[in-house]
């Protein structure tokens, strides 16, 4: 296979200094290994001069003829190399291109219908900037040896400027330095200009000879690369193995993860695969992506629709808990378009498989890069579908990696549990599971306790809850050796080493049944409690926060009440900007954005979270990685955003007349205080026991207290309201819902007696 071209320079020695010029620029081909260039200076002493000529003329694949007046004044040139140079053009087996140098008469000679170079045949000695007219002519030499070259359609390009461009900005006095001879001067000149322009990565050798920053090793992939694809375009179905493993460890290297490789070889298909570990690559993010993920190296000619299936078995066995996986390439690009294509319409759109495609241009971009790591997250971002490994969490509990802004909380609590209950009262999705879990598994623990948390959403019964958390291998690793059939027994049962405390979660749940037997798990308890054997870390809401006012119930003064509200800007802020980060997105005013969503949202973390994962799926439909505050304000403006994740979140476990409440207030802005509340009610011919504006405030944190009576804390939520429905017709029917609501509880009541 050819990894170079051979390139015969036909020139007068009247025109060596533009000789000269052209090779420094033609230099980085040189070094590349992508060219070799001759010329009649290059003959050793005592060589026959004409016989050397003659065979590099033969054999060269491209032919520079520099045309100048002396060029075509010289019989030489003209008549012996020019004549050989295109009887070989015309048979195929070499290639000419004419380099104007000066202005001369050449377009009704042999050579006057080639292209020429530079650009329109327009002579160098004509250019303002001589320099852009060689570095017009290197690059179209470039295209010519990369259109004789197998493998990918460009040689490895380094950062945003070609080699060439580079040559071209360097200052004056580097190039007369160059041509002096002058090695110090050149050396103090390239040091100044590698300081001034670090982009370019530019690396200087004791030789005073400039190059890329990790230019050795881009060269060998992409020869590596050239041959691979070579090899496979072919139809061999036979690879090197040593090869596929030299790309997967130059990959695995690149990025820090593993030194050795071992490839395995399914029989009879396309495919070699490896394991590539990605935990050190994000292991400081906060995204739902797998600890490892399995790279593909397609080595067939063309990729159809039987090897996405093919790739899709392979993935759920190697992988059966990933849905992600790369694919190497030996394509060429529009062949990967079409595969690329295929892997999103059949593995993406109908089976949610993540096929991450990597061509040469995206290796090379990889392992070029100044940070490889965030180059390979930011390549795999790009072709994901982020609403999945997102961290912004719409359902469930936190994970501990997004937890902010309830520091003051976790301090209070892990301060005084050795002595003291508590318990979080709060509305629906506001964080008290996120706090009870990450009390339980980071606070007290780091504080001197034994932490127990336990769920109550599925235990309504003291024997339920017992058999639970004995079931509990966070409980008890071990079954107990003694039969446990209370509370108080799981106490006993418990190890003493360390003060205690039992965290019980959606204790609301457990209210009802204990209620009518007149609290039996409640006063024991409390009796634990007060004998010093343990303290609780209750989480609730409506049924919690009423038994611990009712002098009737165990838990009158029982626990301390910690109220969980909203979260204040900075917090906010953390919550917003450091998964986008993670998600290599773009904020543009990021302060803005995040005072906006903070505002809008007033804090509600599930709220801000629904906001942003509605932001990730605009981004996943295809526009750049980017993100302001007009994208804000589209989401905002969703009715399908302000019903479901607004309203339903700030309402959800709201009753009915506290609902009403609100769209009372939020259509009549006089309405503040409990009395015009009660004659607003009146008016509908409604007259509850009315304490609901406080529930507004302490449970759905929609309200807040002012000394004139209430005012809206969530500031958004009368325009909310306003933009979903209308008004009237809302306070209608749930006016209507209330009466219905009421009449069913009576007819229970009475069948009840």
């Not at 027994?489 to 049944?513: F, H, R, T, W």
Request: glycine share 4%; with cysteine; aromatic share 8%.
């Amino acid at each position: 296979m050819k990894t170079n071209v051979n390139i015969y320079l036909s020139y007068s020695h009247k025109d060596e200094r533009f000789r000269d010029e052209l090779e420094t620029h033609l230099s980085l081909l040189k070094r590349q290994g992508i060219i070799a260039s001759w010329h009649d200076q290059n003959i050793s002493a005592g060589a026959e001069w004409a016989q050397e000529i003659d065979t590099y003329l033969n054999t060269a694949d491209i032919i520079l003829l520099l045309v100048t007046a002396n060029f075509m004044a010289s019989e030489y040139c003209y008549s012996i190399e020019m004549m050989r140079a295109m009887e070989r053009h015309k048979t195929g087996e070499a290639r000419v291109i004419p380099i104007i140098l000066r202005p001369v008469d050449w377009k009704n000679s042999p050579f006057g219908q080639l292209k020429a170079l530079p650009t329109d045949g327009k002579p160098v000695t004509t250019w303002p900037n001589q320099d852009e007219a060689f570095l017009n002519i290197a690059t179209g030499i470039r295209k010519a040896v990369q259109s004789m070259l197998p493998g990918p359609s460009e040689a490895p390009r380094f950062r945003d400027r070609t080699p060439e461009q580079v040559v071209a900005s360097l200052p004056k006095a580097i190039h007369e330095a160059v041509k002096r001879g002058d090695t110090p001067a050149l050396k103090r000149g390239l040091e100044q200009y590698c300081k001034e322009h670090p982009d370019d990565r530019l690396m200087l050798s004791n030789r005073g000879i400039l190059y890329f920053e990790n230019f050795v090793q881009v060269a060998y992939t992409w020869q590596r690369w050239q041959t691979l694809t070579s090899l496979v375009s072919s139809g061999k179905r036979t690879l090197p193995i040593a090869l596929l493993e030299e790309i997967v460890q130059i990959l695995t290297s690149s990025l820090l993860n593993s030194t050795t490789t071992q490839i395995s070889l399914r029989d009879n298909d396309p495919f070699f695969w490896a394991p590539l570990d990605v935990q050190r690559l994000f292991e400081n993010t906060h995204l739902r992506l797998p600890q490892q993920i399995p790279i593909f190296l397609y080595t067939h000619p063309h990729f159809d629709k039987s090897d996405a299936s093919e790739l899709r078995s392979l993935v759920k066995e190697i992988a059966p808990t990933s849905r992600l996986a790369l694919v190497l390439f030996f394509l060429t690009p529009e062949q990967i378009e079409d595969a690329s294509k295929i892997l999103k319409n059949t593995l993406q759109h109908v089976y949610a498989y993540d096929i991450v495609p990597l061509a040469y241009e995206d290796f090379l971009r990889i392992i070029d890069a100044r940070d490889p790591g965030k180059a390979f997250r930011q390549h795999v971002l790009s072709k994901v579908d982020l609403t999945v490994i997102s961290p912004f969490i719409t359902t469930g509990p936190t994970p501990d990696s997004m937890f902010f802004g309830r520091e003051p909380e976790l301090h209070a609590i892990s301060k005084r549990a050795d002595s003291a209950s508590y318990a979080l009262i709060g509305g629906r999705r506001i964080g008290k599971t996120s706090i009870l879990r990450r009390l339980a598994r980071f606070s007290l623990p780091e504080a001197g306790f034994n932490a127990f948390y336990q769920d109550c959403s599925y235990t309504p019964t003291q024997a339920a809850l017992v058999q639970a958390v004995v079931r509990n291998k966070a409980w008890f690793p071990n079954a107990p050796s003694a039969q446990i059939t209370s509370f108080a027994d799981v106490i006993q049962s418990l190890p003493g080493d360390k003060p205690l405390v039992i965290l019980l979660d959606e204790v609301d749940k457990l209210i009802p049944s204990d209620q009518p037997a007149g609290y039996p798990l409640f006063n024991t308890l409390r009796a634990l409690a007060n004998a010093g054997r343990c303290q609780f870390v209750f989480g609730g809401e409506y049924s919690l926060r009423s038994d611990m006012v009712d002098p009737k119930s165990p838990l009158y003064n029982f626990a301390n009440e910690v109220l969980i509200g909203r979260l204040g800007f900075h917090a906010v802020w953390e919550l917003i900007i450091q998964p986008m980060k993670e998600l290599e997105i773009e904020l543009i005013g990021e302060e803005a954005i995040a005072q906006r969503i903070w505002s809008f949202t007033s804090g509600h973390p599930n709220v801000v979270q629904r906001l942003c994962q509605r932001l990730i799926t605009r981004l996943n439909r295809g526009q750049p990685f980017r993100l302001s505050i007009e994208d804000v304000e589209e989401v905002i403006k969703d009715p399908d955003f302000l019903r479901k994740d607004f309203l339903d979140t700030y309402w959800e476990q709201a009753t009915t007349i506290e609902r009403l409440c609100s769209l009372l207030m939020a259509r009549d802005d006089s309405i503040r205080t409990l009395s015009a509340s009660h004659s607003a009610l009146a008016d509908l011919n409604l007259h509850p026991l009315l304490n609901q504006l406080n529930d507004l405030v302490d449970l759905r944190n929609i309200l807040q207290r002012t000394d004139d009576g209430y005012e809206f804390a969530v500031t958004a939520f009368p325009e909310v309201i306003s933009k979903t429905s209308k008004l009237d017709d809302l306070i209608a029917l749930t006016c209507e819902k209330y009466k219905l609501d009421s009449k069913g509880a009576t007819h229970a009541k009475r069948g009840a007696q």
